[in-house]
């Protein structure tokens, strides 16, 4: 249970939104409880959202076929999409009314930055970022090698860099 909420905001991440989200972690709480046998141990965040990630997928794959699931090709992915509160980052009281307004609209900027980022990086940048998971535990969720997740989480930074500093007046 202590690991549902990272699940949840994984689902959404990937999914795009909250509904789906939820049926995706319920779809993937059964697997996992069906699966708690076969659990050798280890890091129980990053077994259950490797859980999460499988079933987000192959659920977008039945019920949502018409979307772009995945980029694999990081390159063409960069190409392509060009070289709200977030889930993962505790809420900080605002001193005054405008800064209020400016942390949420920092926040909205932040959000749809990275849901604009090709699904390969977005999904680097939340487990890195807002799931707090590390580079080897990402590889094995991902099953890519370390380096490939380390180049994934740069260019998912520099792409939300471009895409943030594009927003400021």
Do not use: K
């Given at each position: 249970?202590?690991?549902?909420?990272?699940?949840?905001?994984?689902?959404?991440?990937?999914?795009?939104?909250?509904?789906?989200?939820?049926?995706?972690?319920?779809?993937?709480?059964?697997?996992?409880?069906?699966?708690?046998g076969g659990y050798a141990g280890?890091?129980?965040?990053?077994?259950?959202?490797?859980?999460?990630?499988n079933t987000a997928y192959s659920?977008?794959?039945?019920?949502?076929?018409?979307?772009?699931?995945?980029?694999?090709?990081?390159?063409?992915?960069?190409?392509?999409?060009?070289?709200?509160?977030?889930?993962?980052?505790?809420?900080?009281?605002?001193?005054?009314?405008?800064?209020?307004?400016?942390?949420?609209?920092?926040?909205?900027?932040?959000?749809?930055?990275?849901?604009?980022?090709?699904?390969?990086?977005?999904?680097?940048?939340?487990?890195?970022?807002?799931?707090?998971?590390?580079?080897?535990?990402?590889?094995?969720?991902?099953?890519?090698?370390?380096?490939?997740?380390?180049?994934?989480?740069?260019?998912?930074?520099?792409?939300?860099?471009?895409?943030?500093?594009?927003?400021?007046?």
């Open positions: 249970m202590p690991q549902l909420d990272g699940g949840v905001a994984l689902a959404r991440w990937l999914s795009g939104n909250h509904a789906d989200a939820e049926d995706i972690v319920q779809e993937a709480c059964a697997r996992a409880f069906a699966a708690i280890g890091d129980a965040r990053a077994w259950f959202l490797t859980i999460v990630r659920w977008l794959a039945r019920h949502r076929p018409h979307l772009q699931l995945r980029d694999d090709d990081p390159a063409a992915a960069e190409a392509l999409h060009g070289a709200v509160e977030i889930p993962g980052f505790a809420r900080q009281p605002a001193p005054d009314p405008q800064a209020a307004l400016i942390a949420a609209a920092d926040a909205q900027a932040l959000h749809q930055a990275v849901a604009e980022l090709p699904s390969v990086f977005r999904e680097t940048l939340v487990l890195r970022e807002f799931n707090g998971l590390d580079y080897r535990q990402i590889a094995e969720l991902t099953a890519v090698p370390i380096g490939t997740v380390m180049s994934r989480l740069a260019r998912a930074r520099a792409q939300l860099l471009r895409r943030l500093g594009r927003r400021r007046p």
